[in-house]
């Protein structure tokens, strides 16, 4: 679903073994700049892709769908607990998720650079019901 999602965010198109249909859903403004908007149908579900008007770059998809997992938070190095310096340190934890409510999901793309005659993003974020929930961003 993820990976399906972002192939299209990214290169405009489905894996090949999913079949999609699009339609013009007409304009809509994303972040103060005209975009068209094209509904993406298929069988992972409904997709809105926003392309900017003026470039034609994809600017955001979105969709609704369960929340997506954080699996990993990568924005410091942990810390000792103050009031347990021997107790060890968690990097990773895992729960159990279950019955996880729909939310509104918007992917954001960003800084686009040529890349072998191509241009791609460089950096893009993913909100979920407005909150920012990670960015990734291609530095070298």
Not at 5 to 16: E, F, Q, W
Not at 122 to 131: H, Q
């Amino acid at each position: 679903n993820e990976l399906q999602r972002l192939l299209i965010g990214l290169l405009l198109r489905t894996p090949d073994e999913a079949a999609a249909s699009y339609t013009f859903e007409g304009e809509n403004l994303v972040g103060g700049n005209a975009a068209n908007v094209v509904g993406i149908h298929s069988d992972q579900g409904d997709m809105k892709l926003y392309l900017d008007k003026a470039t034609n770059l994809p600017v955001m998809l979105s969709f609704s769908g369960v929340g997506l997992a954080q699996f990993m938070t990568f924005d410091k190095k942990p810390e000792p607990d103050s009031a347990n310096p021997e107790s060890p340190i968690v990097l990773f934890s895992r729960k159990k998720m279950e019955n996880l409510p729909q939310e509104e999901t918007q992917l954001r793309f960003s800084d686009f650079r040529a890349v072998g005659g191509i241009l791609l993003p460089y950096k893009w974020t993913t909100s979920t019901e407005g909150v920012v929930k990670e960015t990734f961003e291609i530095t070298s």
